[in-house]
């Protein structure tokens, strides 16, 4: 399981050096916007929220770097992310925890049910290259080339507001009080299905154009061509022998656009005022709410790395030759 | 270099946008910033694409603007690029500590999401015009470009005429000068276009949330307006429509010669010659009898 | 010995199609009989492998097959065109009647799939009524075959070698006891130690098995040592036919001269080895008349000029020889 043991300490690295950015930045560029911040609120902070501002922006210049450090991951590992100005005096901790499940699901399905999708209709278009398929090309290409939250305002105009089907704005109809029971999910989904349509309509692209170039590429394996010598059915080449090792680069590669997905897909939030970490990232850079921003940056890191995690899983399922001798 | 016709289309569009942003200022109808009497109004023949809550031309938003991306995505293409090179080919042809560190450091960079990254950098960031915004885009996105480059560079550091170069005692700086680098042309332009989509979708997405300095236009900045002023509720289509059709048409522009760069260097995903009539199919070759007997 | 199996007439290949193909095979004929081992020689190019997936329509884009027949003879009922069958037709026929073994020992086995996979799928393709339980008896029984133990049934293909990979796909082109094997470059890959234990074990399985061979290589003298008869081919042609023996002790055609000479024969007296100067030609634009007279030492008027046609060359009284060469022109 040497392959494992090393990936994990790959996203061990990575989520230390995205902390330490997170820690570095408020000190390495000049001015104290979070000072100026502070003073604004003068006397409705505590002093122990204060102290936790001071600790996460650097603002003991009396201690040495190292001290500060020190502090720093004492109070993150406490979860102490700061107090959030946007929603004074909210901890920004909480307003994650609010905005989080938002966020996972709706991204978190939509990622999925486009990888899925993508994948099927890449392995399709290159196996039938050269048939009317070859059409997603041009049509993928434009999608891929408009920003994720254009194409959400567009389906805004076309599909909601006053006369339109779908709700334009939130996450659930106001009034109704988040939990478990039918009305309230039915509204979720209800306000989730457009931003989950553009989320899917713009990220697919990317998956379609790789299937299909690997497909093309692995098509002239020496082992497809074994596949159709033997005379098995288009189906079994297709699937078995061709698609199946195409998916490889595939979901390796899942890794690395996850990052991308995510960002566009913050942004799709904002249009819709989807309730979600993109929304009050949008709200915490309107307000410079830092501590604000900065938290969602870090969670937003280590639920991408987390995911990561579970795609070199699935790799590792997949490719029996990572699997080798452990 | 023959170029195909999509490599073609790319090319013509890309220079139809440079020259938009050459000239763009100087052949606005009228100051974009300027306010107008006509407010919120849908196009007509003196406001082509209509105007903006304060009276404001969007058509000459848009034509202004256009400097502001090309000059983001070309100066953020070029400083990650330039990275991506000196990290990719040092990674690939250097061995030990460093070339791994190196590596490392790029695959933390892929991992980390991009968008969230750069938007707390830029914010906080004292001032935010185009040079800081390409800086900061260019800083934070070289780290694919580096990973691509370092994959090309490990298998032709294994090839024969590198191996002869490095027996003979050439310098590392000629081998990878003369030998290495020229080789990695076609997959650095690559690079540099993917990454120039990359910077442009990214500058206009800070703009659209309000991280970059407003008072440069931009399309981003146009849509940021668009949507602070409710112009969807308003149903004024015209003020983020021709914006949105500026950056997918760019876009397109920049993955076009992408994909034409890309057929150049694997011929697999050419399409054939002469494929109209007939499909090739893999696995069972087509029969295609001149005499005419009994086949397909 | 001398019933026909396989019959290939006229056939030819192009790549591309329009004003850039590129002919790669031109007007063959070749006749492949019962139970004999036929080899086809020839430079990288020279159409040889071209020939071979041609004959099952396999070959990749942009192949195209521009005309010509591949007659099969079955053992029982009428012989009938390969190249005239329908896709499911073609399908129900490969590995059936002819399997191939193929040049890339490494990439021929899928990397994903088991052993056992690969050796089952094809059973269950053709034969669907069996059950899993016989299927992967037979696959044992392959195996054993290749002298491979059963136990590596359950391994991927990266935990074999390469010797036994090979061995694997000669296994599994013997699956459904065809009546043809087409082997291309079976053994390149392999160092010459396991090359000829392969391809002894494989003389073997025919004598057992009774199958025919069509077995492509660039190294003539494995095939003199292999094959009945040799056919050569050249700038996709095939240019001297003859039996194994007697092409080893006299060949007419200078092309199938330079060849023999090009490599060490394993057993028999040292010979200097001369090879063949000049490079073979380009497909794109071929010498006009014979191909070959470009390199060749005994060009003379003729050859410049026409194309010569592959014939019995006059005042040999041996059966079973055709050459195409001004300097034996047919009788």
């Given at each position: 399981?040497?392959?494992?043991?090393?990936?994990?300490?790959?996203?061990?690295?990575?989520?230390?050096?995205?902390?330490?950015?997170?820690?570095?930045?408020?000190?390495?560029?000049?001015?104290?916007?979070?000072?100026?911040?502070?003073?604004?609120?003068?006397?409705?902070?505590?002093?122990?929220?204060?102290?936790?501002?001071?600790?996460?922006?650097?603002?003991?210049?009396?201690?040495?770097?190292?001290?500060?450090?020190?502090?720093?991951?004492?109070?993150?590992?406490?979860?102490?992310?700061?107090?959030?100005?946007?929603?004074?005096?909210?901890?920004?901790?909480?307003?994650?925890?609010?905005?989080?499940?938002?966020?996972?699901?709706?991204?978190?399905?939509?990622?999925?049910?486009?990888?899925?999708?993508?994948?099927?209709?890449?392995?399709?278009?290159?196996?039938?290259?050269?048939?009317?398929?070859?059409?997603?090309?041009?049509?993928?290409?434009?999608?891929?080339?408009?920003?994720?939250?254009?194409?959400?305002?567009?389906?805004?105009?076309?599909?909601?507001?006053?006369?339109?089907?779908?709700?334009?704005?939130?996450?659930?109809?106001?009034?109704?009080?988040?939990?478990?029971?039918?009305?309230?999910?039915?509204?979720?989904?209800?306000?989730?299905?457009?931003?989950?349509?553009?989320?899917?309509?713009?990220?697919?692209?990317?998956?379609?154009l790789s299937?299909r170039n690997m497909?093309v590429t692995?098509?002239a394996?020496?082992?497809?061509?074994?596949?159709?010598?033997?005379?098995?059915?288009?189906?079994?080449?297709?699937?078995?022998?061709?698609?199946?090792?195409?998916?490889?680069p595939?979901?390796?590669?899942?890794?690395?656009?996850?990052?991308?997905?995510?960002?566009?897909?913050?942004?799709?939030?904002?249009?819709?005022?989807?309730?979600?970490?993109?929304?009050?990232?949008?709200?915490?850079?309107?307000?410079?709410?830092?501590?604000?921003?900065?938290?969602?940056?870090?969670?937003?890191?280590?639920?991408?790395?987390?995911?990561?995690?579970?795609?070199?899983?699935?790799?590792?399922?997949?490719?029996?030759?990572?699997?080798?001798?452990? | 270099m023959r170029l195909n016709?999509k490599t073609?289309?790319g090319?013509?569009?890309?220079?139809?946008?440079?020259?938009?942003?050459?000239?763009?200022?100087?052949?606005?109808?009228?100051?974009?910033?300027?306010?107008?009497?006509?407010?919120?109004?849908?196009?007509?023949?003196?406001?082509?694409?209509?105007?903006?809550?304060?009276?404001?031309?969007?058509?000459?938003?848009?034509?202004?603007?256009?400097?502001?991306?090309?000059?983001?995505?070309?100066?953020?293409?070029?400083?990650?690029t330039?990275?991506a090179v000196?990290?990719g080919?040092?990674?690939g042809?250097?061995?030990?500590?460093?070339?791994?560190?190196?590596?490392?450091?790029?695959?933390?960079?892929?991992?980390?999401?991009?968008?969230?990254?750069?938007?707390?950098?830029?914010?906080?960031?004292?001032?935010?015009?185009?040079?800081?915004?390409?800086?900061?885009?260019?800083?934070?996105?070289?780290?694919w470009g580096?990973r691509v480059l370092r994959a090309q560079t490990l298998s032709l550091?294994?090839r024969?005429?590198?191996?002869?170069?490095?027996?003979?005692?050439?310098?590392?700086?000629?081998?990878?000068?003369?030998?290495i680098l020229p080789n990695l042309t076609a997959v650095i332009a690559s690079g540099f276009v993917g990454t120039?989509?990359?910077?442009?979708?990214?500058?206009?997405?800070?703009?659209?949330?309000?991280?970059?300095?407003?008072?440069?236009?931009?399309?981003?900045?146009?849509?940021?307006?668009?949507?602070?002023?409710?112009?969807?509720?308003?149903?004024?289509?015209?003020?983020?429509?021709?914006?949105?059709?500026?950056?997918?048409?760019?876009?397109?522009?920049l993955s076009l010669l992408n994909f034409g760069i890309d057929e150049f260097v694997s011929p697999r995903l050419r399409a054939c010659?002469?494929?109209?009539?007939?499909?090739?199919?893999?696995?069972?070759?087509?029969?295609?009898?001149?005499?005419?007997?009994?086949?397909? | 010995?001398?019933?026909?199996?396989?019959?290939?007439?006229?056939?030819?290949?192009?790549?591309?199609?329009?004003?850039?193909?590129?002919?790669?095979?031109?007007?063959?004929?070749?006749?492949?009989?019962?139970?004999?081992?036929?080899?086809?020689?020839?430079?990288?190019?020279?159409?040889?492998?071209?020939?071979?997936?041609?004959?099952?329509?396999?070959?990749?884009?942009?192949?195209?097959?521009?005309?010509?027949?591949?007659?099969?003879?079955?053992?029982?009922?009428?012989?009938?065109?390969?190249?005239?069958?329908?896709?499911?037709?073609?399908?129900?026929?490969?590995?059936?009647?002819?399997?191939?073994?193929?040049?890339?020992?490494?990439?021929?086995?899928?990397?994903?799939?088991?052993?056992?996979?690969?050796?089952?799928?094809?059973?269950?393709?053709?034969?669907?009524?069996?059950?899993?339980?016989?299927?992967?008896?037979?696959?044992?029984?392959?195996?054993?075959?290749?002298?491979?133990?059963?136990?590596?049934?359950?391994?991927?293909?990266?935990?074999?070698?390469?010797?036994?990979?090979?061995?694997?796909?000669?296994?599994?082109?013997?699956?459904?006891?065809?009546?043809?094997?087409?082997?291309?470059?079976?053994?390149?890959?392999?160092?010459?130690?396991?090359?000829?234990?392969?391809?002894?074990?494989?003389?073997?399985?025919?004598?057992?098995?009774?199958?025919?061979?069509?077995?492509?290589?660039?190294?003539?003298?494995?095939?003199?040592?292999?094959?009945?008869?040799?056919?050569?081919?050249?700038?996709?042609?095939?240019?001297?036919?003859?039996?194994?023996?007697?092409?080893?002790?006299?060949?007419?055609?200078?092309?199938?001269?330079?060849?023999?000479?090009?490599?060490?024969?394993?057993?028999?007296?040292?010979?200097?080895?001369?090879?063949?100067?000049?490079?073979?030609?380009?497909?794109?634009?071929?010498?006009?008349?014979?191909?070959?007279?470009?390199?060749?030492?005994?060009?003379?008027?003729?050859?410049?000029?026409?194309?010569?046609?592959?014939?019995?060359?006059?005042?040999?009284?041996?059966?079973?020889?055709?050459?195409?060469?001004?300097?034996?022109?047919?009788?």
């Amino acid at each position: 399981m040497s392959y494992l043991l090393r990936r994990t300490g790959f996203y061990l690295l990575t989520a230390w050096i995205a902390i330490t950015i997170n820690f570095l930045l408020p000190r390495l560029i000049p001015g104290d916007p979070v000072m100026s911040l502070i003073n604004r609120a003068q006397g409705q902070l505590s002093t122990q929220a204060i102290q936790s501002l001071y600790v996460l922006f650097g603002l003991n210049k009396d201690e040495s770097i190292f001290v500060q450090y020190g502090h720093y991951w004492a109070q993150l590992l406490h979860g102490d992310l700061g107090l959030s100005f946007a929603f004074f005096p909210t901890p920004v901790a909480s307003v994650i925890a609010d905005s989080l499940p938002w966020t996972l699901a709706l991204v978190g399905i939509t990622t999925l049910a486009s990888f899925l999708l993508g994948t099927a209709l890449g392995v399709y278009a290159g196996w039938r290259r050269g048939s009317w398929l070859d059409l997603v090309i041009p049509v993928t290409t434009f999608l891929s080339s408009v920003p994720y939250f254009w194409l959400g305002l567009i389906a805004i105009a076309l599909f909601a507001g006053v006369n339109g089907i779908f709700p334009s704005s939130g996450g659930y109809e106001p009034g109704l009080v988040p939990g478990w029971d039918p009305d309230f999910l039915l509204s979720a989904v209800q306000h989730s299905l457009l931003p989950a349509v553009t989320i899917l309509l713009s990220s697919m692209s990317g998956w379609i154009l790789s299937m299909r170039n690997m497909m093309v590429t692995v098509a002239a394996e020496d082992y497809v061509t074994v596949a159709h010598a033997k005379g098995l059915s288009e189906r079994r080449v297709m699937v078995s022998y061709a698609a199946r090792n195409a998916l490889l680069p595939s979901v390796s590669g899942f890794a690395l656009s996850l990052g991308l997905v995510v960002g566009g897909t913050l942004l799709v939030e904002i249009v819709f005022s989807y309730p979600g970490l993109g929304f009050e990232l949008f709200q915490a850079v309107g307000a410079k709410d830092y501590p604000l921003m900065q938290g969602i940056f870090l969670i937003i890191t280590l639920s991408v790395l987390a995911a990561n995690f579970v795609a070199d899983l699935a790799y590792l399922v997949l490719d029996p030759r990572t699997r080798r001798e452990g | 270099m023959r170029l195909n016709a999509k490599t073609k289309i790319g090319l013509v569009l890309l220079a139809g946008f440079a020259l938009f942003a050459v000239i763009g200022p100087w052949i606005a109808p009228y100051d974009p910033t300027e306010r107008g009497g006509d407010m919120l109004q849908p196009p007509s023949a003196q406001h082509w694409f209509g105007t903006t809550h304060l009276g404001q031309d969007i058509l000459s938003q848009v034509l202004t603007g256009t400097r502001g991306v090309l000059l983001v995505g070309f100066v953020a293409g070029v400083v990650a690029t330039v990275l991506a090179v000196l990290v990719g080919i040092a990674s690939g042809y250097l061995t030990g500590l460093a070339a791994e560190g190196l590596s490392a450091v790029s695959n933390v960079f892929l991992v980390i999401p991009a968008l969230p990254l750069i938007i707390i950098v830029a914010s906080t960031l004292p001032g935010t015009g185009d040079w800081t915004i390409a800086l900061v885009i260019g800083l934070t996105s070289w780290a694919w470009g580096a990973r691509v480059l370092r994959a090309q560079t490990l298998s032709l550091r294994r090839r024969d005429y590198v191996q002869a170069a490095r027996a003979t005692g050439e310098p590392t700086w000629r081998i990878i000068g003369f030998e290495i680098l020229p080789n990695l042309t076609a997959v650095i332009a690559s690079g540099f276009v993917g990454t120039v989509i990359f910077a442009v979708l990214s500058e206009i997405t800070l703009a659209f949330i309000g991280v970059s300095d407003i008072s440069d236009w931009n399309w981003g900045t146009i849509l940021f307006w668009a949507q602070s002023q409710q112009a969807l509720a308003q149903g004024a289509w015209w003020w983020f429509v021709p914006a949105g059709l500026a950056i997918a048409l760019l876009g397109t522009a920049l993955s076009l010669l992408n994909f034409g760069i890309d057929e150049f260097v694997s011929p697999r995903l050419r399409a054939c010659a002469g494929t109209a009539k007939v499909r090739m199919r893999v696995g069972f070759t087509p029969v295609l009898r001149r005499e005419g007997g009994p086949g397909e | 010995m001398s019933e026909i199996e396989l019959e290939i007439k006229g056939l030819n290949v192009d790549y591309g199609l329009g004003e850039q193909s590129v002919h790669a095979v031109r007007d063959v004929d070749l006749t492949l009989r019962r139970g004999e081992v036929l080899g086809l020689a020839g430079e990288s190019g020279s159409g040889k492998s071209t020939l071979a997936y041609g004959l099952t329509r396999l070959l990749p884009p942009p192949g195209v097959i521009r005309g010509g027949q591949v007659i099969y003879h079955p053992e029982q009922g009428e012989p009938f065109d390969v190249l005239g069958l329908s896709d499911r037709q073609l399908r129900a026929f490969r590995w059936a009647q002819t399997s191939i073994v193929f040049q890339g020992a490494m990439n021929s086995l899928n990397p994903v799939h088991k052993i056992s996979t690969q050796l089952t799928d094809v059973l269950r393709a053709h034969e669907p009524g069996s059950t899993r339980a016989a299927r992967l008896a037979r696959a044992r029984e392959l195996l054993a075959l290749v002298g491979i133990p059963a136990d590596r049934l359950d391994s991927y293909p990266h935990q074999l070698s390469g010797g036994m990979r090979q061995r694997v796909m000669i296994g599994m082109a013997l699956a459904l006891r065809p009546k043809i094997v087409i082997m291309d470059e079976p053994t390149t890959a392999l160092d010459v130690v396991v090359q000829r234990q392969i391809l002894g074990q494989l003389v073997g399985l025919r004598e057992r098995l009774g199958f025919s061979v069509l077995f492509i290589t660039h190294d003539l003298s494995l095939l003199v040592e292999f094959s009945d008869r040799i056919a050569i081919m050249y700038g996709g042609r095939i240019v001297e036919q003859a039996s194994a023996a007697g092409l080893h002790k006299d060949s007419l055609h200078p092309y199938s001269h330079g060849l023999l000479h090009s490599f060490p024969a394993l057993r028999g007296p040292r010979e200097e080895l001369s090879g063949i100067p000049g490079s073979p030609p380009d497909l794109r634009s071929m010498p006009t008349g014979c191909a070959f007279h470009p390199r060749c030492p005994h060009s003379f008027d003729p050859c410049v000029r026409r194309v010569p046609e592959l014939g019995a060359p006059q005042g040999r009284p041996e059966q079973d020889r055709s050459v195409a060469c001004w300097l034996h022109p047919a009788s």
